[in-house]
């Protein structure tokens, strides 16, 4: 559980300091008053990465030259102090080199209306989701994943480079297959499990009786040099994952309404929870930015029913009668416009 | 403040690029070299003239050896010519020297294969090795690379060149880390990693 939020020079944020009990905080405030940024703020200090489409220089507060994030939990201290080229990572203190030793540490999952771009949107993003979720259980299969980036990234500048060596791409190809088959197989049986989190909470939240289905489609290792180079890119393997999702038996990207993209986002991300609480791991941190507010009332106490009640839950909110009454003891923290 | 000198600062920040070595710890042996009442500064000055101008690879296995002759380990009669060890520079030699359990010879690559780094089989030392097998003759040959993505990929590779010369190709087993360098690994996990040895690619 975060009991402390530190920040320095983060987006609209010079200097905050927050502390937290347990239970829900929500954070109310007019757009632009920089509450997103707070979740913002936790779950870079737990993924290294925003939930919003930003690069680290666009969460540096203008004029200053770096950002730092400060969080105190239960038995742990992270810190990440970012500028530009430099990126250093502390747990308790103590300097951590690899991002594979840090990642994992504070579990948190974000839940943002960008979240129908799963479903209706590029397959990379739903290959992200993928890679995050799988790295999140298991540490083992975060250092395979960056072992098969590095494969990815090897062969990629061979590609480039013009003709390549049939031996070399024969031995990057060969690990490439030997690295990402396990992973395929791993991300097989976690699609499974997510699938059947995600069919239920879509029938609790859409109250409906069309049914979300969700089933993993992995990237094949048929492949052939020639074509690759005339691609100038890789062709198989884990980049051509993708996940099937259909609402109602119908591929959602033409059939479904908004509505029914929003419920099955929100499905994704509870199964999302569910399986990491199923894992026995720490409990997620749990970050709903802007979601609350784009929901009708039984909807939103739907989606509040979904969170595990003994999951520490950050959400914001514009206005406070967008908070569901089921967190009707949550702590409300006014965020006033800069 | 006032600082030191010119001529002592030239040295300190001198000895500062050795490996290891920190602005304090560069002045605190500067200032020993210049305390020093035997001449062994002025010897320490010629033994690194020395080294640098007689030491270059050897010519047959790329590892430290002086003047035009062979290195030490190429001319010893004594070492297994069946077994060749290929490592990627002359530096990974001595860790495994100092395991004290392979008693072959070497083939140092002076590189790893890398398409990001622009480096391909003709910047290593690659055709040199198949040259060797041909004319040596040894009956295995050691891929003891990194298990990092690039010291792999060329285990692969030259395993890949040397399938035709019918000569068993193994690497060191057991113990080593996956992603880690030759050089971080401790005696005893390199002993016991080269004396049970795997083929590669197989
Ligand atoms: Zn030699």
Redesign the interface.
């Known amino acids: 559980m975060i009991r402390e939020l530190l920040l320095r020079d983060f987006r609209c944020h010079g200097r905050v300091r927050l502390e937290f009990g347990g239970g829900a905080t929500v954070f109310c405030g007019p757009n632009g008053a920089g509450k997103s940024a707070l979740l913002e703020a936790i779950y870079f200090a737990g993924r290294l990465r925003s939930f919003r489409a930003a690069t680290p220089r666009d969460m540096v507060r203008r004029g200053a030259p770096s950002f730092e994030i400060g969080i105190g939990a239960d038995g742990v201290r992270l810190g990440v102090v970012w500028s530009a080229g430099d990126r250093r990572l502390s747990l308790n203190e103590g300097e951590i080199r690899s991002a594979a030793d840090y990642w994992g540490t504070l579990p948190c999952v974000a839940l943002t209306p960008a979240d129908v771009r799963l479903i209706g949107g590029p397959a990379a993003d739903a290959r992200r989701f993928l890679s995050a979720l799988a790295s999140q259980l298991d540490r083992g299969a975060l250092r395979a994943l960056l072992r098969y980036r590095r494969l990815a990234s090897q062969r990629q500048a061979l590609l480039a480079g013009g003709r390549p060596d049939r031996g070399l791409w024969d031995s990057l190809t060969l690990q490439l297959r030997e690295t990402g088959a396990p992973l395929q197989r791993q991300r097989r049986a976690l699609v499974r499990r997510l699938a059947v989190h995600a069919a239920r909470a879509y029938h609790e939240i859409s109250g409906g009786t069309e049914a979300l289905s969700i089933a993993y489609r992995p990237g094949s290792w048929d492949t052939d040099m020639d074509d690759e180079v005339r691609a100038g890119r890789t062709l198989v393997g884990l980049q051509r994952d993708a996940l099937q999702i259909a609402i109602g038996g119908a591929p959602p990207r033409r059939h479904a309404s908004e509505g029914q993209l929003r419920s099955a986002a929100i499905a994704i991300r509870a199964a999302e929870i569910a399986v990491l609480r199923a894992a026995g791991a720490q409990l997620p941190v749990v970050l709903v930015d802007d979601v609350f507010g784009e929901l009708d009332p039984a909807r939103r106490a739907a989606l509040a029913r979904l969170i595990p009640p003994e999951a520490q839950l950050f959400a914001t909110v514009a206005d406070g009668r967008w908070v569901p009454e089921t967190l009707a003891d949550a702590r409300v923290v006014p965020v006033p416009p800069h | 403040m006032s600082d030191l000198p010119p001529s002592v600062r030239r040295l300190a920040d001198g000895l500062r690029r050795l490996p290891g070595i920190g602005a304090r710890n560069a002045q605190r042996m500067a200032i020993a070299v210049l305390r020093a009442r035997e001449g062994w500064p002025e010897e320490l000055a010629d033994a690194i003239r020395a080294a640098r101008g007689n030491v270059r690879p050897c010519g047959r296995c790329g590892f430290f050896a002086e003047g035009d002759a062979l290195c030490e380990i190429c001319r010893d009669p004594k070492r297994d010519g069946a077994v060749l060890c290929v490592v990627e520079t002359a530096n990974d030699v001595l860790p495994i020297e100092r395991a004290g359990v392979f008693r072959g010879r070497y083939h140092c690559l002076g590189g790893k294969?890398?398409?990001?780094h622009?480096v391909?089989?003709d910047d290593l030392a690659i055709g040199a090795l198949l040259g060797r097998v041909r004319d040596e003759g040894p009956a295995e040959v050691v891929m003891a690379l990194g298990t990092?993505?690039?010291g792999?990929?060329t285990s692969?590779?030259i395993a890949?060149?040397l399938r035709s010369l019918s000569v068993r190709v193994t690497r060191p087993a057991m113990g080593l880390p996956?992603?880690g360098s030759l050089d971080v690994a401790d005696a005893l996990t390199l002993g016991r990693a080269l004396q049970h040895r795997q083929d590669v690619?197989a």
């Open positions: 294969l890398s398409p990001i622009n391909g089989p990092d993505v690039e792999e990929t692969l590779y890949q060149q996956m992603g690619g």
